[in-house]
């Protein structure tokens, strides 16, 4: 990834990083709440709902080449039960870890006359701004990791009823009487032959009202 665009210190995802300094080893250890931006999640599918808490527990380590951050996200997520449709919530941890590189290091930690010198590599990296990192790329990936592609309000969700929709949770035993369809078409082969056979005994052809012959 290239250089970051110029980042503002009030995002509550923008983290600053002067008070760790650059001495390799030195650690510092946060915590915070912040609001989930939009679209944090599987869209139309499951994820926080936007401005929902989300906890950080965050360490930040200076390491020769840049800060490595490790931490921990904890949110509240929603959405809808693939089997019954129903609404669900549920929480979600998701554990992540990125460096942010020096902009004037490369990979080794030595200083580079100019940033950036090698698109490709700098295509994958994340790299500090004035000190500065965005953690939100970084933290949505991650919880888009940590969801499920297909969440079920219960693991033996037995969801809908193929036939009339009804919730099958609701009513365990409700079923539909199966109908064999050769067997339907015997009944009404049978029902006629009954029609006829009636006719026969009143003494009328099949069809013909007993009234129009006299």
């Known amino acids: 990834m290239a250089l970051n665009a110029r980042l503002d210190h009030r995002n509550p995802l923008v983290f600053d990083t002067h008070e760790l300094g650059r001495r390799p080893g030195a650690l510092q250890r946060l915590t915070r709440t912040v609001d989930a931006p939009k679209d944090f999640g599987l869209k139309e599918v499951i994820g926080v709902p936007e401005g929902a808490p989300v906890e950080l527990q965050l360490r930040l380590e200076s390491v020769m080449e840049g800060v490595l951050v490790t931490g921990t996200a904890r949110a509240a997520a929603e959405g809808e039960c693939v089997r019954c449709l129903e609404p669900l919530q ?111 005994m009143s003494g009328a052809e099949p069809g013909v009202d007993e009234k129009q012959e006299k």
Do not use: N
């Open 90 to 200: 549920l929480d979600v941890e998701a554990e992540f870890q990125e460096m942010f590189s020096y902009p004037d290091a490369d990979d080794r930690g030595r200083v580079i006359a100019e940033p950036g010198d090698d698109a490709e590599d700098d295509e994958d990296r994340l790299f500090l701004e004035d000190g500065l990192f965005d953690l939100e790329p970084v933290l949505r990936d991650a919880v888009v990791l940590a969801l499920p592609m297909q969440p079920v309000c219960q693991e033996d969700c037995p969801g809908l009823c193929a036939e009339c929709g009804a919730r099958l949770a609701d009513d365990p035993d409700h079923h539909h009487d199966a109908v064999d369809i050769r067997w339907a078409a015997l009944q009404g082969l049978a029902d006629t032959m009954s029609d006829g056979e009636k006719d026969e």
